[in-house]
């Protein structure tokens, strides 16, 4: 079956720099983008979503942006804190008959260093 | 914020055990939840979508025997273990949402199962 999948499985920071999580999803019939983040021990948290028919948007210090044509998300963070640690994750949902059923991609690992 | 409960958090029985897990959506009414089963560095797999007052829908390759779903009311859903072996050993999360569609789901803090 179709899958969402990352990149680069980890990514270290230095305190402050701008960090940048990429995922490949390749249901074209997807429409519902989400970013988790997954502390250890805990359950994810909701970070931001997207539609497909925006291709950015904004939050507090986060940014998602979608590329359509081929076929990417991407996870901003703006002036990364060592609190950001954790692991990521990207989910897509296709709507339709699957409604609310998310498929989640493999995960990246971002440890910031103060 | 939306905030799902879930309870045990974490649970070492014997093998051959019955364990249930409890999700709760305790400030929305979640007519849908989900159950997660995540492996250690791994991501999160979808075991099965639960819908209120409804047979649960079960992923392919998921024993529908083996995980009991119920989802007797629009803020609990259980998800029972039965018979526990140690393969059944892992973090198992679930997740609400209410009758909005496409809206984010929330997860719980997941229940770390041990099986010896």
């Known amino acids: 079956g179709e899958s969402v999948g990352l990149h680069l499985p980890t990514l270290s920071v230095q305190e402050g720099d701008n960090s940048i999580i990429n995922c490949a999803y390749s249901n074209s019939a997807s429409d519902y983008f989400i970013w988790y983040k997954q502390e250890s021990g805990k359950g994810p948290q909701f970070i931001i979503d997207i539609r497909s028919n925006m291709d950015k948007r904004q939050g507090q210090r986060v940014t998602v942006l979608l590329n359509k044509t081929v076929k990417h998300l991407s996870l901003q963070i703006a002036a990364t804190q060592p609190g950001d640690s954790a692991v990521y994750f990207c989910a897509e949902n296709a709507g339709g008959t699957s409604y609310g059923k998310l498929t989640f991609g493999q995960g990246t690992i971002l440890t910031v260093h103060p | 914020g939306a905030v799902v409960s879930q309870h045990p958090s974490r649970v070492i029985c014997k093998s051959g055990t019955s364990v249930k897990i409890e999700c709760r959506s305790l400030?929305?009414?979640?007519?849908?939840m989900f159950w997660y089963r995540q492996f250690p560095k791994q991501s999160l797999m979808l075991m099965a979508t639960?819908?209120?007052?409804?047979?649960?829908?079960?992923e392919q390759g998921v024993e529908k025997d083996k995980f009991l779903i119920n989802h007797a009311s629009l803020t609990l859903s259980t998800l029972t273990v039965t018979s526990a072996h140690p393969e059944d050993s892992s973090f198992y999360i679930c997740?609400?949402?209410?009758?909005?569609?496409?809206?984010?789901?929330?997860f719980g803090d997941g229940t770390r199962l041990s099986i010896l």
């Open positions: 639960s819908n209120e007052g409804s047979k649960a829908t079960y």
């Open positions: 400030d929305f009414q979640a007519t849908t």
């Open positions: 997740s609400a949402m209410g009758g909005a569609s496409n809206q984010p789901q929330h």
